[in-house]
């Protein structure tokens, strides 16, 4: 069974950084275009960075500058390095795994940026 385990969300005052990390396993790590999405309160689930399997990345462009996909292939995880947070930047974020005919969701951790 297929499992992305999501882990380095939590409590942040606004400014500050937080490291999430998404290891997975049971699959070829190194096919997959691997991606960070957040769900807040109320609202639908967005894309907020990819990383395809040849390194390339790519931004929604709320957090453009601020945060950072990569990936560690031996490792089998894929790293979002958020800096600068904002309080807009709070909600469940879920890792996912995608190759064609195939895409894997995490469970999600929650990050929460307040004073």
């Known amino acids: 069974q297929v499992q992305l385990v999501e882990s380095g969300g939590g409590l942040v005052q606004p400014g500050g950084s937080l490291r999430l990390s998404c290891v997975a396993s049971r699959i070829i790590f190194s096919m997959y275009a691997m991606g960070w999405y957040r769900q807040a309160p109320g609202k639908q689930r967005e894309l907020v960075a990819t990383?395809?399997?040849?390194?390339?990345?790519n931004y929604t462009d709320s957090v453009k500058g601020r945060f950072t996909i990569s990936r560690d292939n031996a490792k089998n995880t894929v790293y979002l390095q958020m800096n600068s947070l904002k309080p807009e930047d709070t909600a469940v974020y879920y890792c996912?795994?995608?190759?064609?005919?195939?895409?894997?969701w995490g469970q999600g951790t929650q990050v929460t940026v307040s004073s």
């Open positions: 990383i395809t399997a040849g390194g390339a990345t």
């Open positions: 996912n795994a995608e190759r064609p005919r195939l895409t894997y």
